[in-house]
């Protein structure tokens, strides 16, 4: 079946600091991909998403790319604030479109 | 303002009490579904449903259960919640038609503890 593999945290980085939480999966089809964030004590949020191959995704400054070669959806983020802290789930949908499978989630911590 | 919400927000409760989540959305989506969030285990997926009476298994249903005679409603139903029922628990919902990418919208998670 499908899975999502997601780098473990907690992420501890400097303000300003160039951000990679690495996700890979696998799945038949083709899936869509998600990136959710979920800050404290909040439900979860979509960040961003892609539907196909070499799409990429992005929102308030981060990007992820769809690479089916290499079955990932990296998160990346040029430059992170103290208000990315959060938790980021990285998540696939299921052929067919009725399951989602989620990573495990990776903690970021961004220090002033 | 279009949102999904959940209630109770916290509850505590004892082993063999049946309880009920309740979770609504405003937003005409006919899909909806049931997870819960564990630490180092990220969501899984509990029940779902496509429409009204139409529901099915996630990954981890044993020890809950489901309905769906509404389209806005969705309530999760532990018979007699047991302490590894312990979690917080999240309703999310999304349109079906259309096709991908299927993005979801979540409700504000409600923290259940079973003693």
């Known amino acids: 079946g499908n899975s999502v593999t997601q780098m473990e945290g907690p992420v501890t980085l400097s303000e300003e600091a160039f951000l990679t939480i690495n996700c890979t999966y696998t799945?038949?089809?083709?899936?869509?991909l998600f990136w959710y964030v979920q800050y404290p004590g909040e439900g979860l949020q979509l960040l961003l998403k892609?539907?196909?191959?070499?799409d990429k995704g992005s929102n308030k400054g981060f990007e992820a790319t769809y690479r089916k070669e290499t079955t990932s959806f990296h998160l990346e983020k040029g430059s992170v604030q103290v208000s990315d802290s959060a938790v980021y789930f990285c998540?696939?949908?299921?052929?067919?479109?009725?399951?989602?499978?989620f990573g495990a989630g990776t903690r970021l911590f961004v220090k002033a | 303002e279009a949102q999904v919400t959940q209630n109770p927000r916290y509850l505590i409760t004892v082993t063999g009490k049946k309880l009920t989540v309740t979770c609504s959305q405003n937003m005409n989506h006919e899909y909806m579904s049931w997870y819960r969030q564990d630490p180092g285990l990220g969501l899984r997926q509990i029940y779902y449903?496509?429409?009204?009476?139409?529901?099915d298994k996630g990954d981890v249903p044993e020890g809950y259960k489901v309905s769906r005679k509404e389209k806005r409603n969705f309530p999760l139903i532990l018979e007699s919640p047991s302490p590894n029922q312990t979690s917080l628990y999240f309703c999310?919902?999304?349109?079906?038609?259309?096709?991908?990418?299927?993005?979801?919208?979540f409700g504000p998670g409600t923290r259940l503890t079973v003693t």
């Open positions: 999310a919902s999304r349109l079906l038609a259309g096709g991908p990418p299927y993005e979801q919208y």
């Open positions: 892609a539907t196909k191959a070499d």
């Open positions: 998540a696939t949908i299921h052929t067919g479109g009725f399951k989602t499978i």
């Open positions: 449903s496509m429409n009204v009476e139409v529901t």
């Open positions: 799945a038949t089809g083709y899936p869509s």
